[in-house]
C-alpha cells in the first residue's frame, strides 16, 4: 500500500514510475503527449491512422530546413 498522507504517496508513486520505465520509455511517452498522438505497437498506430485519417506517429519538434537553392533573388 502506499502512503497515506498526500505528499509521501506522490514520493511513492514516483518511486514506482521510475522503478518500471526505462528513460527512453519516459522521453517517448512524453513526446507523444505533447504531440497528442497514439503511442503504441506499429499495427496499433496503422489502426488509428486507417480510422482517423490522420497521421498518428510524432514528428520532429522543428521545421524541416529551408532549400536554400529555392530562394529568389
Not at 498526500?6 to 505533447?34: M, V, W
Request: hydrophobic share 35%; proline share 5%; with cysteine.
Amino acid at each position: 500500500m502506499l502512503a497515506a498522507a498526500p505528499e509521501a504517496h506522490a514520493k511513492a508513486y514516483r518511486q514506482r514510475l521510475q522503478e518500471a520505465l526505462s528513460d527512453d520509455d519516459l522521453k517517448a511517452i512524453r513526446t507523444y503527449l505533447q504531440q497528442q498522438r497514439a503511442l503504441g505497437r506499429d499495427d496499433f498506430r496503422a489502426m488509428v491512422e486507417a480510422k482517423t485519417w490522420c497521421f498518428a506517429g510524432v514528428r520532429p519538434a522543428h521545421r524541416p530546413p529551408h532549400d536554400s537553392s529555392n530562394d529568389r533573388k
